[in-house]
C-alpha cells in the first residue's frame, strides 16, 4: 500500500470517527420531551447542526473510501476500519470529556498492533 493511498483510507477512517463524535455531541445537546412523538424526536435529531455535520463527514468519508476501494482489495482495506475503534476513543476524551481506563488501553494497543501487521502484509 502506497503512502498516498494509506493517506486515503486514514481519512476516509477518520472523518467516519469524528462523524460519530459529531453525532454524539448533536443528540446530547437536544432536549426533547418524552411525551414527543417518534417523528418529533427524529426530526430534532436531523436538524442538530452536529447531527448534519456528523452526516456531511460521512459523506466525504464515503467518497474517499470508495476511491480507496477502488484500488485495493476488500480484504486489505477493510481492516483499517478497525482504526475508528481507536479514533472514536480518542476523540471522545478530547471532544466529550469521556476517560480511558487501563483495560481500554489495552484493547486499543491491541487493535492498533494489529493494524500495523495488517499494513506490513498489504
Do not use: C, H, N
Amino acid at each position: 500500500m502506497t503512502l498516498g493511498l494509506f493517506g486515503i483510507v486514514f481519512a476516509s477512517v477518520t472523518l467516519s470517527a469524528l462523524g460519530q463524535t459529531a453525532f454524539k455531541l448533536g443528540v446530547s445537546k437536544i432536549d426533547i420531551p418524552d411525551a414527543a412523538s417518534v417523528l418529533a424526536k427524529a426530526m430534532a435529531f436531523v436538524f442538530s447542526p452536529f447531527v448534519l455535520l456528523g452526516l456531511t463527514l460521512y459523506a466525504v468519508g464515503t467518497v474517499l473510501w470508495l476511491f480507496a476501494l477502488r484500488q485495493l482489495d476488500l480484504s486489505v482495506a477493510y481492516p483499517f476500519v478497525a482504526m475508528s475503534f481507536v479514533m472514536v476513543a480518542l476523540s471522545s476524551v478530547v471532544f466529550l470529556g469521556e476517560t480511558l481506563d487501563p483495560m481500554r488501553i489495552v484493547g486499543l494497543s491491541l487493535i492498533i498492533l494489529g493494524i500495523l501487521v495488517i499494513a506490513r502484509t498489504a
